[in-house]
């Protein structure tokens, strides 16, 4: 049996590099020389590994439940497949404004219509999100379906195609990008819609003084990725990057990182302290 599945395992890595090679033949545009990690960046504070470790071990993947929740009825429903009313769109390289694509129930990432940001701002919250990556297969690494929920535009937890596609750990679907991996590899199928619960602990500034990390919770269809995590800086690629003090209520973005990544049924819940109505 052991032998039987390690010529399985060979086979099926000998299929994704080939794969790869033919996607190869068809772009020549650098989107399949992507790095699956650096070996030359700074440490994460608080841990042992460098940012984007290219030997930080790689989360195991397991098969996730089935299906996603509706809003409860003290949700905030930022998008319900029927129209772009609760967002802007932040352009992106100078391009005219632009809306992201609107149809099926779903809307997409547009090239240079830029982020998705919500007209709303939000601090401590429950988060809910659904979103699937491209069927077509365009590069590797972080070039195969990326996006990301940017939570008080500054913190992300990643989206990315991480269905047979190596990069580096604290850069897969559902890492804390640039510090945290998850705790498991819980990615449906291409093309299959996936889903996130975000609980979300806003940071707390005294004048422009940290005073208390953001923390954050993550579910990835249904299973648990981050219990109660502290996140120790803003999103950035390559380094660790410095806290600046910021409202206590910020809008939320969705990445365009030119992969047409789909997103529906969004919705939000403004976490209370007990006791609070």
Same mark, same amino acid.
């Given at each position: 049996m052991k032998r039987k599945l390690l010529v399985l395992g060979i086979v099926s890595t000998a299929a994704v590099l080939l794969m790869a090679q033919a996607q190869k033949k068809?772009?020549? +545009?650098?989107?399949?020389?992507?790095?699956?990690?650096?070996s030359d960046t700074p440490v994460i504070p608080e841990q042992k590994w460098k940012v984007h470790d290219i030997d930080r071990p790689t989360p195991r993947q397991i098969t996730p439940g089935a299906l996603p929740a509706n809003p409860p009825s003290d949700?905030?429903?930022?998008? +319900?497949?029927?129209n772009l009313d609760q967002w802007t769109f932040n352009g992106k390289r100078g391009a005219a404004p632009a809306q992201w694509k609107l149809e099926n129930g779903y809307m997409q990432v547009a090239n240079s219509a830029g982020d998705a940001v919500t007209k709303e701002k939000f601090g401590d919250m429950q988060l809910h999100i659904e979103w699937a990556s491209p069927l077509e297969i365009l590069g590797n690494s972080q070039m195969r379906g990326n996006s990301g929920v940017i939570v008080m535009s500054r913190y992300e937890i990643q989206v990315l195609d991480s269905w047979e596609n190596p990069?580096?750990? +604290?850069?897969?679907?559902?890492?804390?990008?640039?510090?945290?991996?998850?705790?498991?590899?819980?990615?449906?199928?291409?093309? +299959?819609?996936n889903y996130y619960d975000i609980f979300w602990e806003a940071p707390k500034f005294e004048g422009e003084k940290l005073v208390k990390n953001p923390y954050v919770t993550v579910m990835h269809n249904g299973v648990l990725l981050h219990h109660h995590q502290k996140v120790v800086a803003p999103m950035a690629h390559r380094v660790v990057a410095p806290f600046k003090e910021h409202g206590s209520e910020e809008p939320l973005m969705l990445q365009d990182h030119n992969e047409p990544v789909r997103y529906r049924n969004i919705w939000v819940r403004k976490l209370r302290g007990y006791d609070e109505k």
């Open positions: 068809k772009g020549g +545009d650098g989107r399949w020389n992507q790095p699956v990690g650096y949700a905030i429903v930022l998008f +319900d497949g029927k990069t580096y750990a +604290d850069g897969g679907a559902g890492a804390i990008y640039g510090q945290w991996s998850p705790l498991v590899n819980a990615i449906k199928k291409r093309g +299959d819609w």
